[in-house]
């Protein structure tokens, strides 16, 4: 079990290789909007990619993952065909840009955008329509394990967008169009880019009765991914716009800027989703899948948990970094940082969700996951409307985590349906408490942002619960030595093949 465990965690390293480093680059154009930026125009913008987050679900028309899935069973022969069929689905897209753009004075206008803004709308359907023909070949590399080559092209994009962004922003002064202008190149030419690296795989022979419903099947599957990819997208951004609605476009700043903060714990199950999924599919007829499955769930919630821990107790001295003359973030946004262990939490139920989802993939029952992703989207919304007035940004914050609780307990309910997994919940809910009661040590002590006593008590309190981890047995010594044996004996024997 260990063995496939650590497989899947290298594979997770890879992808973090894209996932992290460009997050992370990503995340140094933060600091930038701060300094750059007016509040209002953070707020502007933040909505302004919200808006397309939600496009980019109707975009994708649910392919990416429909062509994973039906991709795995199908015959070698087979398999060109299937993805061209699910990479012709990008066509709609490409419509819908056009459309964008002949339309986008009367689009702004309905999306509560000035008549100024209309020639943002342009550059985001062009962002749409190169980011949606990318999804599906994307989508190949991941199933054909070249996680390299994947990790490669979106460290790439990122690249050229931070390097666009900083030059059109920082030298030419173009604001909100320097950035978008810089992102719609950047995806332009890692769509080019990916159908180049993929373009052996593209050849379709003749197809065959067996091959002719493929289409329907794609469409029967991806379709419902819709609705739900429509809420789950909700759940990351629909906050945005509705607290520009209850309060002005500076908070919605303040809000957006320190909510980038949970980019450390997004890029944990970002990356560990882009590996599991393959994995599950993989492994899924092994006979002790279930066991592996839960194993991994514990381990995956051990790490969120650990790096929920260092982001909370860390954030404050991080936002006052001395940089140049001044700090990592200017002091006007220091206020928002107390919605940063929500967003963690939230990013925290959304690995258990990312898990849970294996059993309605694996029977291809896809029909409840938009209903839950509803449900969640609109606890998120309702959480919003009542605690934004009472509790400020931290009420969306908390609404969001909310949230994201209501999408993972559901999504476990509805796939144990179909897959029967033995969690150790007994070992997670050890580690809840453990991590839970450390917080709200280092909540009750307020330890000075950015001072020799507040840093140590920090490091001291951190000690303290990696300690706690293993006499609680959360994390348990014969595990990881098995983990180091299977290490050393890799690298004495080096694994041949997938």
């Not at 993952?65 to 993805?83: C, H, K, N, Y």
């Not at 009750?444 to 609680?472: H, K, N, Q, W």
């Amino acid at each position: 079990m260990i063995d496939r465990i650590l497989r899947l965690g290298k594979e997770t390293a890879l992808y973090g290789l894209s996932t992290v480093l460009g997050r992370m680059l990503n995340f140094l154009l933060v600091p930038l909007y701060a300094h750059l930026l007016l509040p209002e125009e953070n707020g502007v913008l933040a909505t302004l990619y919200a808006y397309i987050a939600f496009a980019s679900v109707v975009y994708g028309l649910g392919m990416e993952q429909s062509f994973m899935r039906f991709w795995v069973d199908a015959r070698e022969e087979e398999r060109p065909i299937v993805l061209r069929r699910a990479g012709g689905a990008a066509l709609v897209g490409v419509l819908l840009s056009i459309l964008a753009h002949v339309f986008r004075a009367p689009l702004a206008e309905s999306l509560g955008f000035t008549p100024q803004d209309a020639p943002l709308l342009s550059l985001a359907a062009v962002i749409l329509a190169a980011d949606g023909l990318a999804a599906v070949p994307f989508a190949l590399l991941r199933m054909q394990r070249r996680p390299l080559v994947f990790a490669s092209l979106k460290v790439s994009n990122i690249l050229l967008t931070i390097v666009g962004t900083v030059y059109l922003l920082a030298v030419e002064h173009r604001g909100i169009e320097g950035v978008l202008t810089a992102n719609a190149g950047a995806s332009i030419v890692t769509w080019v880019a990916c159908m180049f690296l993929s373009r052996q795989s593209w050849h379709v022979p003749v197809p065959s009765p067996a091959t002719s419903s493929t289409v329907r099947d794609l469409w029967r599957f991806g379709l419902p991914l819709i609705p739900a990819g429509l809420a789950g997208i909700a759940l990351q951004v629909v906050d945005r716009p509705i607290l520009r609605l209850l309060t002005d476009d500076a908070t919605v700043g303040l809000y957006q800027i320190n909510f980038r903060l949970g980019i450390f714990m997004m890029l944990f199950v970002g990356m560990f989703d882009f590996a599991w999924r393959p994995f599950f599919l993989h492994h899924a007829r092994d006979a002790d899948a279930p066991s592996l499955f839960a194993r991994v769930f514990t381990y995956l919630m051990t790490l969120l948990a650990t790096v929920f821990m260092v982001v909370s107790m860390f954030v404050d001295d991080l936002v006052r970094l001395p940089v140049g003359g001044s700090t990592l973030f200017p002091e006007l946004y220091w206020a928002g940082v107390g919605i940063v262990p929500w967003v963690l939490l939230a990013y925290v139920f959304t690995g258990a969700y990312v898990v849970f989802l294996s059993g309605t993939y694996l029977e291809k029952r896809t029909g409840m996951i938009p209903v839950i992703s509803v449900a969640a989207a609109v606890a998120d919304i309702i959480g919003i409307v009542l605690f934004v007035p009472v509790f400020g940004i931290v009420g969306a914050a908390f609404a969001v985590a909310v949230a994201h609780a209501v999408q993972a307990v559901g999504m476990y309910v509805v796939s144990r349906r179909y897959l029967s997994v033995p969690y150790e919940w007994r070992r997670v809910s050890i580690l809840a408490i453990w991590t839970g009661a450390v917080f709200a040590m280092d909540r009750l002590l307020e330890p000075t942002p950015m001072s020799l006593t507040g840093i140590s008590l920090e490091v001291g309190l951190f000690a303290a619960y990696l300690v706690g981890l293993f006499l609680l047995r959360v994390v348990r010594k014969e595990e990881v030595g098995e983990l180091s044996s299977v290490l050393r004996s890799s690298r004495n024997h080096p694994a041949e093949g997938a």
